[in-house]
């Protein structure tokens, strides 16, 4: 028998020394001759590995041996960032790593920025997925994330004369947090034919034949919980070719090539995460993309469930799966196909089954990017889905038109068919149509979402299938690793760490409000975030920023929704302003640096082009003598998570001004309020209940509301159309060329002077600077404004990711924490 590994644990930094040192020596064959800051990671993040994973086989093992019901959280996007400063504040034992690697002659903060982000997401989606596995594994959650491993995950960007351009991600080379499972395989089936029999009891089946197989190979990814043994798995696919398809034949007789071609041709399905957000484009490879995981995941799934032997009715109590917005919807039709071709399940047992097992989240209402496959495009990769998908249609329409016999139109706008030329399937209705529950990110969003594209469903099925969880943010990751300092402050008045835990602890710090040393301390650590991200600015891009100066921040996804162009605009009025002052009114006005960073779809020409302004803005407006320190433009190039985390602690005012009725919730306006910045913000999204929660003294909100939306864009159309004076005049000097040649931005300019000005830009521009007037003048009163900060973040307990994980555990899933033994 084998004897039982008992693991010895490094307590010293003597001792983490000789585990990193041994990692280094032996796993990565490498000599401490030269061991740099490469080998110094690798070396700190295998040793901190070694520790997770016994806890995670234990996890593993005990969940297994409970056999209670597991969540399973389907997203194509995980936006990790980097994990071995997340393992050190998990695992604990980090201060003996800092002393240990110092003892070596490496500083910490060198040697976690050597790891490469985990960057496998769009933006505010894929980081939720992220923020969400953090919180099921701290809560104890059985709980897995299914997603795919993308050989290069969201791409790089450099700015090159001021233009936005795109670099892969190659992100492989050396990943310690993976764990290729070579023994854990899944066929995946692509194009064939569907054929019927009659079976011995003359029931049809249908059988799906030829095509061509797909492996999927899983690579397992250890999710620790803070403060809690359990570290749960985030199961990532890659695609390979299949060993029966790769045909040995061909080598034999000399068909090399092709046999390597069909290879790649597997492989080629989870190479690349495709760079939209918020727009659909309807491409083979992203359907091929969202079937081979859905149906990788599904077989997963059913195999654990069928080893507990349990009969399939008990399904339900035991699986929950939740759909990151529609991209997982392939599960639902994948599902009942395993159900009744494979299980031999009746119609009706199956969908029971399946509609009790899913809740969907909408991410957005935005027309383009509600996605849609063409039917014939369907018919060709999946036709037995499709099959099931008109059967499911079928069904539901019978169902409508039992319920509403004397409306006529309904199913035409129900179906899950859309009866266009060509037809297309409408993967958010059958995410609705399969789910049990339906919510929206922020309380705004869950009503629209009741009022706008799912308004006859809430009809067909009442008003509770639909609900709300407003999003949230892990507090280990936004607030104690990106800013130390103020989670020590935190932690010294409030008598530890437990505010990490429950975030709703934070509203003691309202009694420190007035605390002299207090005040002073969190405002020194402010402006020691302000001079880091100063410092970084001075190296990456030469210019020297004032950190005294009002840092006014604007960093997400670049997209007209987002009005990053209202920013900018803005901008260019304030140096119009400047320019006119005299000496004496240059002396009352706050400096400001307005900083911008962000992605643009490589595809989103628009988007582009505002990051083509704000270059030329920073151009002119950082070298025009007149200007000075009054006002810096900055733009920084490739907007990430680990940035992010320099970033949020480093604003004192952070934008977060949608179109009223656009962003479904907005997670990083959370992030710059927990780290003491303020906002200028629409009445949009958690921009609501943000307020609602620190209150509107503490929060700058402008613009118009969601419920005008609608006839203002009417009046653009169709009523008279006045362009907003001071915009004019802002027009009017790019137009002039001040930025440069003015016909590069006559497409932004001209969607709001002829085009309609679909985001009301024009009609939110007074109110904006009204309010960034405000602004300089609430800065002015820097007592007044440290109070509003300490304010902010004593009131932002709510928006903890915790606190959404109990919320989808008791509303959705209907799931209960398994908290680890003691001994374990
Ligand atoms: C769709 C089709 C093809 C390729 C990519 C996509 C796609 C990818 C990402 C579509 C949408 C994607 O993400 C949308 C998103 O990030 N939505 C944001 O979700 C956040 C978390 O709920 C919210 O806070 C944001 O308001 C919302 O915009």
Redesign the pocket.
């Known amino acids: 028998a084998w004897k039982k590994f008992t693991p010895k644990p490094f307590e010293t930094a003597e001792e983490f020394n000789a585990e990193a040192v041994r990692h280094i020596e032996t796993t990565l064959a490498r000599s401490m001759y030269n061991c740099d800051e490469g080998a110094a990671y690798a070396g700190t993040a295998l040793a901190f590995r070694d520790r997770l994973v016994l806890d995670w086989n234990k996890t593993q093992q005990a969940q297994t041996f409970t056999d209670q019901k597991r969540v399973y959280y389907l997203s194509?996007?995980f936006l990790m960032g980097r994990a071995l400063d997340n393992a050190m504040l998990n695992i604990g034992k980090k201060d003996v790593a800092v002393k240990g690697l110092s003892d070596l002659g490496f500083r910490m903060e060198d040697i976690i920025s050597q790891e490469h982000d985990a960057a496998l997401?769009?933006?505010?989606?894929?980081?939720?997925a992220a923020c969400f596995l953090d919180s099921m594994a701290s809560l104890n959650y059985p709980a897995w994330g299914y997603g795919l491993r993308y050989r290069y995950g969201i791409f790089k960007q450099e700015i090159i004369d001021g233009y936005q351009v795109e670099v892969p991600d190659y992100w492989l080379d050396f990943n310690p947090w993976e764990f290729a499972r070579h023994d854990i395989t899944v066929d995946v089936q692509f194009y064939g034919h569907v054929s019927k029999y009659q079976d011995d009891d003359g029931k049809n089946v249908s059988v799906w034949e030829g095509g061509e197989i797909v492996q999927a190979c899983a690579y397992d990814v250890p999710i620790a919980g803070y403060g809690t043994s359990t570290v749960n798995n985030l199961r990532l696919w890659g695609s390979k070719a299949a060993s029966g398809e790769f045909d040995f034949q061909k080598f034999n007789s000399g068909e090399y090539e092709s046999s390597v071609a069909d290879q790649q041709r597997a492989e080629t399905i989870s190479a690349v995460l495709?760079?939209?957000?918020?727009?659909?484009?309807g491409?083979e490879l992203?359907l091929k993309q969202q079937y081979f995981w859905c149906a990788a995941s599904l077989f997963d799934i059913v195999r654990r469930f069928k080893k507990t032997q349990r009969p399939w009715k008990d399904f339900p109590n035991q699986v929950a799966i939740q759909l990151n917005?529609t991209?997982p919807t392939m599960a639902i039709p994948e599902l009942q196909r395993i159900l009744i071709d494979q299980e031999g399940l009746d119609w009706d047992e199956a969908w029971s089954i399946v509609s009790k097992t899913f809740g969907y989240?909408n991410?957005?209402v935005l027309p383009e990017?509600l996605?849609k496959w063409s039917v014939p495009l369907f018919q060709h990769l999946l036709p037995r889905h499709l099959q099931i998908i008109y059967d499911i249609n079928l069904n539901f329409l019978q169902f409508v038109e039992r319920n509403f016999p004397k409306e006529r139109d309904i199913l035409n706008r129900v179906s899950i068919i859309e009866e266009s030329n060509p037809k297309m399937v409408r993967m958010a209705y059958l995410a609705v149509i399969g789910s049990h529950k339906v919510n929206g990110?922020?309380e705004l969003?869950s009503d629209l979402i009741k009022t706008t594209i799912f308004k006859d469903f809430v009809k067909i099925y009442g008003p509770d299938k639909f609900t709300n969880v407003t999003?949230g943010i892990t507090p280990r990751r936004w607030l104690h690793q990106a800013n130390p300092r103020l989670s020590e402050l935190i932690a010294s008045k409030l008598g530890g760490y437990d505010f990490l835990k429950d975030l709703t602890l934070l509203h003691k710090l309202e009694a420190y409000v007035d605390d002299k040393d207090f005040r002073k301390e969190f405002q020194e650590i402010k402006y020691a975030n302000k001079v880091r991200l100063a410092k970084y600015i001075k190296d990456t891009l030469g210019v020297s920023v004032n950190p005294s100066a009002l840092f006014d921040v604007q960093v997400k996804?670049i997209h007209e929704y987002k009005r990053q162009q209202l920013n900018i605009f803005g901008v260019i009025h304030r140096y119009l302003a400047i320019k006119a002052m005299s000496p004496e009114e240059k002396k009352k006005l706050a400096p400001r640096v307005s900083i911008f960073g962000g992605k643009a779809a490589p595809g989103y020409w628009m988007a582009k082009t505002v990051i083509h302004l704000v270059n030329q803005v920073g151009k002119v407006v950082n070298n025009d003598k007149d200007v000075g320190d009054l006002l810096k433009v900055i733009y920084l190039e490739d907007y990430n998570v680990s940035k992010a985390e320099i970033i949020c602690p480093a604003s004192d005012i952070s934008e977060h001004i949608?179109t009223a009725g656009t962003?479904?919730?907005?997670?990083s306006n959370m992030k710059f309020v927990i780290n003491g910045g303020l906002i200028i913000g629409t009445c949009d999204?958690?921009n609501i209940e943000i307020t609602r929660e620190i209150g509107e003294n503490n929060i700058f909100l402008f613009g118009n509301l969601a419920e005008d939306v609608e006839e203002l864009r009417h009046s653009h159309m169709y009523g008279t159309y006045t362009l907003d004076p001071s915009l004019a005049a802002v027009f009017d000097s790019i137009q002039s060329g001040t930025f440069g040649d003015a016909g590069s931005f006559s497409a932004l300019v001209n969607g709001i002077v002829d085009h309609g000005d679909y985001y009301l830009v024009s009609d939110d521009f007074a109110s904006y600077c009204k309010t960034q007037e405000l602004i300089d003048e609430a800065y002015r009163n820097q007592d007044e404004w440290l109070t509003k900060a300490i304010t902010s973040v004593a009131r932002m307990g709510f928006f903890s990711s915790d606190r959404c994980i109990d919320e989808y555990a008791e509303m959705i899933w209907n799931t209960e924490p398994l908290v680890p033994s003691k001994d374990e």
Request: glycine fraction near 16%.
């Open positions: 194509l996007e997401g769009n933006g505010g989606l894929g980081r939720l495709y760079p939209n957000d918020n727009l659909e484009r491409k992203r917005d991209h989240t991410h957005t990017a996605e990110v922020a969003h999003n996804r949608s962003e479904a919730s907005g997670t999204g958690a």
